[in-house]
Structures are given as C-alpha cells and as structure tokens.
C-alpha cells in the first residue's frame, strides 16, 4: 500500500457561524498525513443547488446532519479506504457515481463535499505544500496562480439581515496590488463606515456576513454612505476602491406576477424597469461587480443585461449557476452573463468545482470564489481561489472569525507565494 493510501475517513456533526449543524470529515492517510474539512451552508440558495441532507424532526430543529455524517461514515468510509487519495478526481467520481442520483440527494452534498475537501487537505498535509501548491499539482489550471481581488460584504441585507435593506450584500472592492494593501484599505474603510452610521443615527450591530445591518432606506444610500467611507478612510472612490453589490433577487422575485418585490423600500420592479434602475447605479456609483441581478429561472433578464451592463462590470451568476457546468455553458452560449460565483457546496465536490472554474476561464467569464452565510474556520475557498488564479474572491466583512479567517489565509498565501 502506498503511503498515500486512505487509512481512514471519519465525519462528524459540528456547528456552523449561524449555530446550526454542520458536517466535519477527517482523512487520514497511511503515512499519518491528516486533516479535517468543514463544509459550509447558505441561506439564500438556489432552487438548482446540490442537495444539503438535514435530519429533519426535533432535534436540532429539523436542522442535523446526522445521516450525511453516517453516509460518510458507513458507506463512503468502507469504500474508499484503502484508495490512493491523490487521485482525488477519480474519487470525487466514484463519490458521485456511488450517490447515483443528478443532485446527491442520496448521501448529499455536504457528505461528499466534506470527503472530497478533506482528501485535498490531507494530501497537502501529505505533500507537505500549502493547500494551493497541492492543488495544482492534482489539477491542471489554464490560468497562473494569482491573489483575488477581494469583494468584502459591509452593508448586509435581505435573507442575511433581516432585510434591513432589500438588496442582500454591498460590497467594498479594494483594488491595490498587494493583498496586505486590498486588506489594510477594506479594514480601514469598515471603521469608517462604523463611525459615519454611528453619527447618522444608525446601528452598527452585523448580519451573517460580519457586515454592518442598518435600516437604510434604499440601496442608493448605501452606495452614498459606501463612498463616503471610502473618502473619509482616505482613499479614491473607483480607484482605489470600487463598489459591488449582490442583489440575490431570486429571493425577491414574484415568478407569477413577473415582479420583483423590493418589500423594505415597498416598491415593485419588472425586469425592464429593474434593468434600468441598474443602468443609474452604474452612472452614479463605480460598481465593478452584480450578482444574481435577476432571478435563477429569469434567462430573459439576464441576457438583455449583458449588452447594457456587462462592458464595464461583472454580471455575476450565483443562483442562476449554482457552480453546475450545464447550467454555466448554456449560459456561455447564450451570453447570459458574464462572471460567475463559484460555491463549493453548490454543486459537491471539488472535482466538480474546478470543472466549473475552467470552464467559465475558458469561455472568458470572470471567477468569483465564494464562502457561504453559514460558514466555519474552514479556509479551503482562500487557496481554491489562489490555485485556480480566480479574478475575485468572495467572503464577507471584515468582521468576525468566519469571514477573517479567510482574509488572514490570504496574507498567509501572499507570503508564500513570495518564497517567504
Ligand atoms: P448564501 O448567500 O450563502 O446564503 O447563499 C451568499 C450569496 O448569495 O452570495
Ligand atoms: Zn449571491
């Protein structure tokens, strides 16, 4: 037996950033390589989403793992102990092929998921190279490794809030060459922003994403209080550092009426009158960035956007893609977008996620890698977004462990990367 093979494979429940379960694996290799994944959790998912098994009943309202950590544990366990786990794409595929089903809802994603990831670590550990470096040497990229620009999350809103403010995230886009610099310019402007809501009269307390939750009026005023912040922190509003925003509207759509319902400001928009609201934040505000600006099934809204919108600015597919190469290549043929959101847990497996990232690289889109709401100390998404040289990395505010962790992974890679 190899010294890489699988000595042993163990899931666990343990508890997101929102305090509800989720599932932990260890891999351990037969050379004593060991490490442990944690698989995250969203809130406003998709309807095409892999899915997340929950026990359902009492316990933990409905919300356990259990059966995802006994189908780790009693059926993928048996079966891939013994396997060499730096072959991970052919055990992501064995994984995939045991579920049998188009959307694991038979063991679920998060049971994969947390396999496939824990092999990753593991085979780091083995190799004795930082997750990034491992991951390239499994994976053949087609682009350099690189630092993502980071789109940090301070004004949160919608499902993540309470919907405080209709849209879900307002984004702060630093863009410095140096990691050190984009992290030091985002931190600075989140205390500045702290402070001018404090003077305005506004609570400072933060949603799921360790951004700021006020009760603005309207996402304009965000934008408004996002460049003043910016200014006052020192700094060059679209120069220095840019806006971006997701809009999550699938959670906003009404699918019979057509409408979108933007219930905090009690206004109703079709996808017409939506597309133009986003013509005038892009002449007022310097957004590089939307997400989900139309809802998951809205292929119409969408592919008008692209002409309109998509020159100088992101158009990113986060439910409508849900990190599933299907989806993502019809919308490559159909110019549907132009940038897509990259969620591990979307879709299953990391195998599968690198699929979705090449792909989207081949074709010119834009990469986002993304963490979820419900998050953990799990830093895997920093090092994904490394190897595969993504052009952004998505993981909230500067606030709060869950979100921090993943900041801090990156300064830890910009070091390595310099040989240091
Ligand atoms: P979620 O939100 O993890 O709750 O889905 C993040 C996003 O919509 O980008
Ligand atoms: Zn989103």
Same mark, same amino acid.
């Given at each position: 037996m190899s010294t890489t093979a699988i000595k042993s494979i163990v899931a666990r429940e343990v508890l997101d950033s929102r305090g509800n379960p989720t599932v932990a694996c260890r891999v351990t290799l037969k050379s004593g390589a060991t490490a442990e994944a944690m698989v995250p959790s969203g809130a406003s998912t998709g309807a095409h989403e892999a899915i997340e098994l929950r026990d359902g009943g009492n316990r933990y309202r409905g919300k356990g793992v259990l059966k995802a950590v006994k189908n780790v544990n009693n059926i993928i366990a048996p079966e891939l102990k013994?396997?060499? $786990? %730096?072959?991970q794409r052919a055990l992501d595929g064995l994984m995939i092929q045991m579920d049998g089903t188009k959307n694991k809802s038979k063991f679920g994603a998060n049971a994969i998921l947390s396999v496939s990831l824990a092999l990753a670590q593991a085979v780091a550990v083995h190799r004795r190279m930082p997750l990034w470096k491992s991951l390239r040497k499994t994976y053949s990229f087609s682009h350099k490794p690189s630092l993502p620009v980071p789109t940090m999350n301070v004004l949160n809103g919608g499902e993540h809030a309470g919907w405080?403010? #209709?849209?879900?995230e307002c984004m702060i886009v630093p863009q410095m060459k140096k990691m050190t610099d984009r992290i030091r310019a985002g931190a600075e402007t989140f205390h500045v922003l702290a402070k001018l809501l404090k003077a305005k009269g506004y609570a400072t307390t933060v949603g799921d994403e360790g951004g700021f939750a006020p009760k603005l009026k309207n996402v304009e005023e965000a934008f408004e209080l996002l460049v003043q912040a910016i200014r006052e922190a020192g700094y060059q509003p679209g120069k220095d550092i840019a806006l971006a925003s997701d809009v999550a509207s699938t959670e906003m759509y009404d699918a019979n009426k057509q409408i979108y319902n933007f219930r905090t400001e009690g206004k109703s928009f079709t996808a017409a009158e939506l597309l133009k609201r986003y013509q005038e934040w892009q002449k007022k505000y310097p957004i590089v960035s939307l997400e #989900?600006?139309? $809802?998951? #099934?809205d292929w119409e809204g969408w592919k008008k956007s692209v002409p309109v919108l998509g020159k100088k600015c992101a158009l990113v597919g986060d439910d409508f893609f849900v990190t599933n190469v299907e989806r993502l290549s019809r919308g490559i043929k159909e110019k549907a977008a132009n940038a897509i959101l990259i969620k591990l847990?979307?879709? +299953?497996s990391l195998t599968e996620t690198v699929a979705a990232i090449e792909m989207a690289h081949k074709a010119g889109f834009a990469v986002s890698v993304s963490h979820r709401s +419900?998050? %953990? $100390? #799990?830093? %895997?998404i920093a090092d994904l977004a490394v190897a595969s040289g993504a052009a952004y990395i998505k993981t909230g505010s500067l606030s709060r462990s869950d979100r921090v962790e993943k900041y801090n992974r990156l300064l830890a890679i910009e070091m390595e990367m310099a040989g240091k």
């Open positions: 013994g396997m060499d $786990a %730096t072959k405080s403010l #209709d849209v879900q #989900d600006i139309f $809802a998951e #099934d847990n979307q879709i +299953g +419900g998050e %953990t $100390a #799990d830093t %895997t």
